[in-house]
């Protein structure tokens, strides 16, 4: 079993900054591939930027320029910095994480997720 929880979520004016952060715990042997999604209301979750364990990054393309992920695969940690935030990056964002849990006797696949940080922005 393996827990996300997320942090730094909140209210910002149009134009500012907020840093996310997503902690990775549980029985890890490996994450592969971690990754923030979003989901406004009424419409469905999208992913917004990922990151593999080498560092290889992919974003949105309504994201490009202004978020940065990047990740501590020592704290088993994903961050999403976002700058000049515009009212339609109004979500509740979701970190994502894929890799291999380890017990005495085998390895697991997990994909977990948090439980989501809300990220409002005014205009």
């Known amino acids: 079993q393996v827990q996300l929880v997320e942090s730094g979520g909140g209210l910002v004016q149009a134009g500012g900054s907020l840093r996310l952060s997503c902690a990775a715990s549980g029985n890890i042997f490996s994450i592969n591939a971690m990754a923030w999604y979003r989901q406004a209301p009424g419409k469905q979750r999208e992913l917004v930027a990922d990151i593999s364990s080498g560092g290889s990054t992919n974003y949105a393309d309504s994201v490009k320029g202004r978020f940065t992920i990047s990740r501590d695969n020592a704290e088993h940690t994903v961050y999403l910095q976002m700058n000049s935030l515009k009212p339609e990056d109004t979500a509740v964002y979701y970190c994502?994480?894929?890799?291999?849990?380890?017990?005495?006797?085998?390895?697991?696949?997990?994909?977990?997720w948090g439980q989501g940080t809300q990220v409002t922005v005014s205009s």
């Open positions: 994502n994480a894929r890799g291999l849990t380890r017990t005495k006797i085998r390895f697991e696949v997990f994909d977990s």
